[in-house]
């Protein structure tokens, strides 16, 4: 009898299938993101912050691994021995809050003045803008009630202030919500993102590499509205001139001025497309593998090296495993510490040691651009340091 076992014989019928049914995709991605992560770590949210970082370095699978998996990179960086000094201090976290709640006071009416000179001059004056609560339990909720707030304040015309609107945006197969300073909805129906910074604008111009900073967080924010937008019908229009507010000077009165995202936003929207899939790095990595805090040094370090970095100096000012990272690439004398430019430059040569003995005419193909640049350098640095008089022997 055991040949016709749960088989539909006479007088029986088929045992009813209790196996359960199979965890979705994005289920058993989050569960093994949680098991990389710790399971009793909580998740570090991705911001805009982070995601125009990763944007800038889109090979790095180290950083996309952790990030995606919520990891707490300055807490990791710490338990390696490598301590990072990157972040805002608490002074610059405390002034830049109280001159964002300066600027948003009396239900931003100051911030809807600047929008309104600087960005938008022939619509109506924002003389009573609505500002409509975002509050839900929750990222997703938080995201739905936003999504909810445009559509309605694109129904009713006039200006909308969103203090503090949530979004999201799909960054390699995870999701990340975002939290923008705020997003002004015009009476035509269009938005714009307003980045509030307390870095302060001189003579009407600021430090442009901090300028360049905002401009592609903004840039990650207006690619997360485009998001929302597509679903409505009909779509509003994104502003790609986003408005950066900074404080006057050296006082706490606002100023601001309108900055053009649009080649940021081509270029973070194309370095996301090009970031490798985190479910694909997760599932190459060996099971049991945590980049838990608490876990031991060398377990720890044996984890994160599992995971391939792509270092350069730029990580310094954009990552908190920087000094980790920069310690491994002097260790490999990885020509990448040098930088990207010299970098791309070297072609096939990885080393310091492999671009010193092409050089020397000790290694490499001559038939190399590379090689032969390095060669011809070599022999001018030569011929220079000569003593007067002396032939020099052209190199190989």
């Excluded at 949530?166 to 990340?176: E, H, I, P, T, W």
């Excluded at 099971?287 to 608490?294: N, R, Y």
Aim: with cysteine; hydrophobic share 45%.
């Amino acid at each position: 009898m055991s040949e016709f076992h749960g088989s539909a014989g006479r007088g029986s019928h088929p045992e009813p299938d209790r196996t359960p049914p199979p965890a979705t995709r994005g289920k058993r991605l989050r569960q093994r993101l949680a098991e990389l992560r710790g399971p009793d770590v909580p998740a570090k949210a991705l911001d805009a912050r982070a995601l125009a970082a990763l944007a800038a370095n889109p090979g790095c699978r180290r950083r996309a691994i952790l990030d995606g998996a919520g990891v707490d990179k300055a807490a990791l960086a710490s338990a390696l021995g490598a301590p990072s000094g990157f972040g805002q201090s608490q002074f610059a976290l405390t002034r830049g809050n109280a001159f964002e709640a300066r600027v948003k006071a009396d239900g931003g009416a100051e911030l809807l003045r600047l929008v309104h000179s600087r960005l938008d001059p022939g619509a109506e004056p924002p003389a009573a803008a609505a500002v409509p609560d975002l509050s839900a339990p929750g990222p997703e909720g938080r995201t739905a009630r936003t999504a909810l707030a445009l559509r309605e304040a694109v129904a009713a015309g006039g200006w909308t202030l969103l203090d503090h609107p949530m979004l999201a945006l799909d960054v390699a197969g995870s999701l990340a919500f975002l939290e923008p300073d705020a997003v002004v909805v015009h009476p035509d129906g269009s938005w714009t993102v307003v980045e509030i910074k307390s870095f302060p604008m001189l003579d009407g111009s600021a430090d442009p590499a901090k300028v360049g900073a905002a401009a592609r967080q903004a840039a990650v924010y207006v690619l997360a509205l485009e998001g929302v937008a597509a679903r409505l019908d009909p779509a509003p229009r994104v502003r790609h001139r986003v408005l950066l507010v900074c404080p006057k000077d050296f006082s706490n009165l606002a100023t601001a001025s309108a900055v053009d995202v649009r080649k940021q936003r081509a270029v973070t929207a194309r370095q996301l497309a090009r970031l490798t899939r985190i479910e694909e790095i997760a599932d190459a990595l060996p099971e049991g593998m945590c980049f838990a805090p608490d876990r031991p040094a060398e377990e720890l370090t044996a984890a994160v090296e599992a995971v391939p970095a792509t270092y350069a100096p730029e990580c310094l000012s954009a990552c908190e495993l920087a000094f980790h990272c920069r310690e491994r690439s002097r260790a490999a004398d990885a020509v990448t510490r040098l930088g990207r430019p010299l970098r791309a430059d070297l072609g096939g040569l990885t080393t310091v040691e492999d671009v010193l003995a092409a050089a020397r005419g000790e290694s490499g193909d001559p038939g190399d651009p590379a090689v032969a640049a390095l060669r011809r350098a070599a022999a001018l640095r030569a011929e220079a340091l000569a003593p007067a008089g002396r032939a020099v022997a052209p190199c190989p």
